[in-house]
């Protein structure tokens, strides 16, 4: 004889206990609104939108377009003796020269950037390859790095590495001075500034100095090695006690990895002595400590002089992606009211 069916019913059956309140939202009773979207609605959207993007479309593009750039390429090459020797010899603090002339008023403010090219500095492994609790001055971190920074996480002694990681390893280290041919007949250095060049936010927070209340870097940076192509320890990178070890803003610009291939990065500022309106017309040459090597990769080196506007450098993709959408925009909010006009009239016993 088959046994009886049991009846698992009430099992789903929650108990008083466990029931939600009687509230409106507990019960979902709350009033809702479910807009009525019609072509007198949508239509307007659309055109506003539309203009609306064209409009700052233009004023980002035409503000880019009046930015000035003077770009200058350095990589070496066989036209440019100097600098392919330094180039093609792999020695370090090679000297070279290029000279360049300016046909008009190169307003100032001026910027000087370096641009790399064909440099991956997006790559997965290398954009981990740091240590942020070290960087922002962690004592613990300063001689015990993350494994992230592997293998530039410590020297051959087993030394920990300080910065550790790809990033500051690979930090770019050609450096320059800008002369300018005056009325004289001789070359007048040009003053470049370096303070200022990096983001606030990672001077003044990211990015701090140990501290052991001797206030010596070199004291506490004892026990460290510097990173492998470094040529000095990061605590002697200036003489100035601002702008040294970690809070280098040289070394704080390399360290904010770029997101495609082609990059540039603040160099120097120009916009003190007698250049504070910008860099008269004329002969200038520009004198390079040649040590970053990029031909092994097939990379490209430049150095940029370029003015800014209220948007900053030379960028007409942002200008031109609001172009783009306000233009689709526009072409369809046209499309779709060609399409209310023709069938507004009809209904659908129309149709049959």
Known sequence: MAPAARDFSSRHEPLPSQRPDNTAFTQQRLPAWQPLLSASIILPLFFLAGLSFIGIGIGLYYSSNTITESEHDYTGTSTDHNCYLCAISGLKSCSCNITFNLTSLFAGPVFMYYELTNYYQNHYRY?????????????????????????????????????????????????????????????????????????????????????????????????????????????NLSNFSYNTGFLNEDFIVWMRTAALPTFRKLYRRIETGNFTNGLPAGEYQLRITYNYPVISFGGRKKIVFSTVSWMGGKNPFLGIVYLVFGCLCTFFAIVMLIVFIKYQGRSDDDDI
């Open 127 to 235: 954009m981990i390859s740091r240590d942020d609790k070290q960087l922002s001055g962690f004592l613990n971190n300063l001689k015990n790095p993350v494994n992230e920074c592997a293998p530039y996480r410590v020297d051959s002694k087993q030394t920990p590495i300080a910065p550790c990681g790809a990033i500051a390893n690979s930090m770019f280290n050609d450096s320059f001075t800008l002369h300018y041919y005056n009325r004289s007949g001789t070359y007048e250095e040009v003053p470049l500034t370096g303070k200022g060049i990096a983001w606030w936010t990672d001077y003044n927070i990211k990015f701090r100095n140990p501290t052991d209340g001797t206030q010596n870097l070199s004291k506490i940076f004892e026990g460290t090695a510097k990173p492998i192509n470094w040529e000095t320890p990061v605590y």
